[in-house]
């Protein structure tokens, strides 16, 4: 069972900038879409960033700008650039891989926390 395994979070200052990385433990066939979905605490998980297999990108407004969500397909590797960062991104982020025929992958999450 391939398995997804996030990194690169941690404690930032508001206005700082953290790049989360997700790396798939094996080939997976058939990708339709990769993405960034976050939670903060008390709020329903929401996505954050998404990217299409053919490379089509979409943002949730609250980051439009600010995230950039990329991949490498040789590394099986999925990333999210978070630039000037708001106390309001302050939340577990999941990354998330849709392939036809199967279930969806989730890694476990990651805390981001932006504060002063």
């Known amino acids: 069972q391939v398995q997804l395994v996030e990194s690169g979070g941690g404690l930032v200052q508001p206005g700082g900038s953290l790049r989360l990385s997700c790396a798939a433990s094996?080939?997976?066939?058939?990708?339709?879409?990769m993405g960034w979905y976050r939670q903060a605490p008390g709020k329903e998980r929401v996505l954050v960033a998404s990217?299409?297999?053919?490379?089509?990108?979409h943002y949730a407004d609250s980051v439009k700008g600010r995230f950039t969500i990329s991949r490498d397909n040789a590394k099986n590797t999925v990333y999210l650039q978070m630039n000037s960062l708001k106390p309001e991104d302050t939340a577990v982020y999941h990354c998330?891989?849709?392939?036809?025929?199967?279930?969806?992958?989730w890694g476990q999450g990651i805390q981001v926390t932006v504060s002063s």
């Open positions: 998330n891989i849709v392939a036809f025929g199967a279930s969806p992958y």
């Open positions: 990217m299409t297999n053919g490379g089509s990108t």
């Open positions: 094996g080939r997976i066939f058939g990708i339709n879409a």
